[in-house]
């Protein structure tokens, strides 16, 4: 993180329109990237739970949509700042903008359901169901930037607008900061879960 502070805020050159508040641009697609991933998880990894019932699907969908809600705030934030002193204003009903607080609500209404389930499989399966049609927002969120093409910039792809070497770089330097950030921290909450679990185990075996 480190690193990746110094390639967007030093290494990365000034972009010569918006100034140097498109550097907010590096750290706001390390949130998109690793929200993306979490979902990706999510979905996956609830499939996986219906399938085959394994209680490590259930906690890997559950604490990676954790994770993919804390980033994509983060996204929703970084994304406002920039958009003030661009477009004049923090926020704007805008295609993609508009499919992204669709999908930070649907994931935040996943997380809600899933805290209730508690550990009651069929309930924690229907959850697993709610996951899988969020899910289908995702796709949505980055179509809407190409097809009902609002005021978000498109950088990559076709249409969009490039970006300088220098600051590919930043922005592969800032995505894999991320990235890494993101395995640590699913990491280290798949564990609390776990230990909660065995906890919760000890006293309903005390109890009984």
Do not use: C
């Not at 967007?8 to 918006?18: G, K, L, N, W």
């Not at 935040?108 to 359901?113: A, G, K, N, S």
């Amino acid at each position: 993180m480190l690193v990746s502070t110094y390639a967007a805020f030093i290494y990365a050159p000034t972009e010569v329109i918006m100034g140097h508040i498109q550097r907010i641009f590096y750290f706001h697609m390390g949130t998109v990237w690793v929200a993306t991933i979490a979902f990706i998880i999510v979905f996956v990894a609830s499939i996986l739970y219906l399938i085959n019932g394994k209680r490590k699907w259930d906690v890997l969908a559950y604490t990676s949509a954790e994770l993919g809600v804390f980033f994509i705030t983060l996204t929703i934030i970084t994304g406002s700042i920039w958009a003030k002193p661009v477009w004049g204003t923090w926020w704007t009903w805008d295609p993609q903008l508009t499919t992204t607080f669709i999908l930070w609500i649907l994931y935040i209404v996943y997380l809600l359901i899933r805290a209730n389930s508690g550990y009651d499989e069929k309930k924690a399966k229907y959850s697993a169901v709610f996951a899988i049609i969020a899910f289908i927002d995702l796709p949505l969120v980055y179509i809407s930037a190409r097809v009902m093409r609002g005021i978000s910039p498109v950088v990559f792809g076709p249409g969009g607008g490039g970006i300088e070497p220098k600051m590919l770089n930043a922005l592969l330097i800032t995505l894999v900061s991320f990235t890494l950030l993101f395995i640590l921290l699913l990491v280290e909450r798949i564990k609390i879960e776990n230990l909660k679990y065995q906890i919760n185990k000890l006293i309903y075996t005390e109890n009984n």
